[in-house]
């Protein structure tokens, strides 16, 4: 949806996510309370996810992470989302700071937490940190 | 392949000066991300991004405000950070106050209208069936397209803005015919006609229906006929915030779903789901976080209530007191807060404890007095994002749940309404 480079460590996370309520800017952790990850960090993470949700306020939440350098890498999502691409393209508007957000047409089933993982334009390669 | 037309065009390339460009970059970005083949005239916009998050919202409007940006169409704003009838009630740090009212400033002088509402679809002038509207504001949205048939995509925070200068949205997502159709069924079986009957079962039903359905556009079925405009408010609220329902239809109450083969297009649904009353019972449980019984608040009014609903609270209170230590509280917007003070239902709430909030809402802003002890709420998206964003304890109830326990001074539900058939 936004391509870019980018690469780091995988967070990769159960259920989607609303960034609005779901994510707090000044610190990059997760605080919806009913969410699988929460407390974790994506802050510098290829954040992988099945889809965003919720509410429309994420797009200013993911470009104040940004801002504020709390805010992940990339974003991989099984499903596209625009209230997320949106966020990463005034991010790039403002700041100059890309975060590449793909849609992976295979899904994200490949990817886990601890991956080694590289975006490069719209394509994306992992290593599992399992393997090594 | 996104095509432009000669203004367009001529705009993104700065012909009518760097505001109108930088709203246009942002618009074919997002088109282009939604590989949008053209873009469409809109006729109104709701913006959600007056909502300070951070100073990015701060930096972002105020580009466009110092670049002499001006909507083009009808604009009404969302809700802010601060309540400016109320002033006294923000708990705040001072610095974040004055920037929250740069915020607010900066879209006045953009020409938006100060409505202060996430309910503009409560407001006098609204849009049609069939009209392309660019609102952001996750339950305004699923209200404009599902209850209004009106037509706009679930957008989000800074093209909300950019489309209001422009006047212009991608002709994407539910904008687009094809994406309005019913593609999985949901069918109510076997729930008491005690319970379809009363406001709880509906932001009970959304909360359940949100992480079902996820983006697909459900049309639930086995509702009573000509269900109203607040029960599907409080559907909608909830469907938006636990999942991604931007449209959903009701068969024999919503504009587009006359009946359910009309609501699918005449093809046949992609997934079916059966939902019977254990299945309420347990969405209902997800929405409280504890048991414990000490109440300290109750929010109501997530999203801003309306005329009907707050004549449900008079009724409902009767000439009883809100008990001391529990504070209560009523989101809503200006305009309907003049009209229940028309009514002399304002003074009578206020006079028994109930707090009037305007402009703004509690689960996300420092305006709650005590956030230690169980706050209760009759909004499903009130109870699913305020233990994230205050760390509060909820307990999810009726009106009148929330009513008796204000009055009692402790939680107190009518559990037999999930049990009895």
């Known amino acids: 949806m936004v391509a870019g480079e980018a690469s780091g460590e995988v967070l990769r996370l159960d259920e989607p996510l609303s960034f609005w309520g779901g994510l707090d800017p000044t610190t990059g952790r997760i605080i919806d309370r009913r969410h699988p990850q929460v407390g974790e960090s994506v802050a510098d993470r290829v954040l992988v996810m099945p889809s ?49 957000v793909v849609v992976l047409a295979e899904g994200i089933d490949g990817l886990h937490t601890g991956d080694r993982c590289t975006v490069s334009g719209q394509t994306v390669s992992a290593y599992s940190a399992r393997r090594s | 392949m996104l095509r432009l037309d000669e203004r367009d065009a001529a705009r993104l390339a700065g012909e009518e000066g760097p505001a109108v460009a930088l709203a246009m970059r942002v618009v074919t970005r997002v088109a282009e991300a939604m590989e949008a ?11 959600d991004s007056c909502l300070f998050t951070g ?11 110092d670049d002499g940006a001006r909507v083009s169409v009808p604009t009404t704003l969302n809700v ?9 009630l923000s708990r705040g740090d001072a610095e974040e106050v004055r920037l929250s009212r740069r915020l607010m400033d900066r879209f006045e002088e953009m020409g938006c209208r100060p409505t202060w509402t996430c309910a503009p679809y409560q407001l006098e002038e609204r849009p049609g069936f069939g009209e392309h509207v660019a609102w952001a504001e996750s339950n305004a949205i699923v209200f404009a397209n599902s209850v209004l048939g009106a037509r706009t995509h679930r957008w989000g925070d800074f093209i909300d803005l950019c489309c209001a200068i422009t006047g212009r949205a991608p002709a994407a997502g539910l904008h687009l015919d094809a994406n309005r159709l019913a593609t999985t069924v949901v069918r109510l079986n076997g729930v008491s006609d005690e319970l379809l009957d009363r406001d709880v079962l509906y932001p009970v039903l959304g909360g359940l229906i949100g992480p079902l359905v996820g983006k697909a556009v459900p049309v639930i079925v086995g509702l009573p006929d000509g269900v109203s405009e607040d029960r599907l408010k409080a559907l909608g609220a909830a469907a938006a915030s636990t999942g991604s329902v931007g449209l959903f239809h009701v068969a024999g109450s919503t504009p587009e779903a006359p009946t359910l083969d009309a609501a699918l297009g005449g093809r046949a649904p992609v997934a079916e789901f059966e939902v019977g009353p254990e299945d309420l019972r347990a969405a209902r449980d997800r929405l409280s976080t504890t048991d414990d ?11 801003h209530y309306s ?18 230590g529990v504070n209560v509280y009523a989101s809503t917007g200006r305009d309907v807060l003049r009209e229940v003070e028309l009514r002399g239902w304002a003074d009578r ?7 009037m909030v305007v402009d703004t809402c509690t689960y996300f802003t420092s305006i709650i007095e005590d956030t230690s002890g169980t706050s209760m709420t009759d909004s499903a998206k009130w109870a699913y994002y ?36």
């Open chain 2, 80 to 88: 802010s950070s601060l309540d400016l009838l109320h002033p006294e």
């Open chain 2, 386 to 421: 305020a233990p994230g964003n205050l760390g509060v304890e909820v307990v999810f109830g009726s009106i009148e749940d929330c009513v008796e326990s204000a009055v009692a001074g402790r939680v107190v539900r009518d559990e037999g309404l999930w049990t009895r058939v």
């Open chain 2, 349 to 355: 709430l206020v006079d028994a404890g109930v707090q």
């Open chain 1, 52 to 100: 965003g949700k919720g509410s429309s306020g994420g797009s200013s939440v993911l470009c104040e992470a940004v801002r504020a350098g709390t805010g992940p890498r990339a974003v991989l999502m099984a499903e596209p989302d625009e209230i997320i691409a949106l966020g990463a393209v005034v991010a790039d508007e403002l700041y100059g700071r890309l975060v590449p």
């Open chain 2, 55 to 65: 100073m990015a919202s701060l930096d972002f409007a105020g580009r466009l405000a």
């Open chain 2, 293 to 303: 019984d000490r109440l300290r608040t109750v929010s109501l009014g997530t999203p």
């Open chain 2, 307 to 324: 005329v009907g609903q707050f004549g449900r609270l008079v009724e409902v209170l009767g000439d009883r007191r809100i008990h001391d």
């Open chain 2, 37 to 47: 083949e053209r873009l469409l005239d809109i006729v109104g916009a709701h913006i």
